[in-house]
């Protein structure tokens, strides 16, 4: 089972920029998407982008939207979060994972955390107000 390694996490200030990475140790299947998850201190885990591993589709959570760009590198085998427009609340764990893509149409939908698996260990980001 492929396993991700979560990188780029640290300290940024309000309105700040951070470039998360997640490598995966080897093949994604063709119709799985991989996505970003945050868990705030206190909180549950959260969806904060996917994207199919075709590179075509993506998913945004409306937190992440127009500040956040997933994208992936299948030279690198290696998906990548750009976060700007840090707030505080951006703070906490970042995780990567994967499961079986779920579309309507062409539209790439979000169906919960249950259907991921193969979860990294995190990266933490801390944003200062």
């Known amino acids: 089972e492929v396993q991700f390694v979560e990188s780029g996490g640290g300290l940024a200030q309000t309105g700040g920029s951070l470039r998360l990475s997640c490598a995966a140790s080897?093949?994604?299947?063709?119709?799985?998407?991989i996505g970003w998850f945050h868990q705030a201190p206190g909180k549950e885990r959260e969806v904060v982008a996917t994207i199919h591993k075709s590179g075509g589709y993506t998913y945004y959570s409306d937190s992440a939207k127009g500040r956040f760009t997933i994208s992936y590198d299948s030279a690198r085998n290696t998906i990548y979060l750009r976060m700007n427009s840090l707030k505080p609340e951006d703070t906490g764990v970042y995780f990567c994972?994967?499961?079986?893509?779920?579309?309507?149409?062409?539209?790439?939908?979000?169906?919960?955390?249950?259907?991921?698996?193969?979860w990294g260990q995190g990266t933490q980001v801390t944003v200062s107000a």
């Open positions: 080897e093949f994604i299947y063709d119709d799985y998407v």
């Open positions: 994972a994967n499961g079986p893509s779920t579309f309507h149409g062409h539209t790439l939908l979000y169906t919960g955390p249950s259907r991921f698996h193969s």
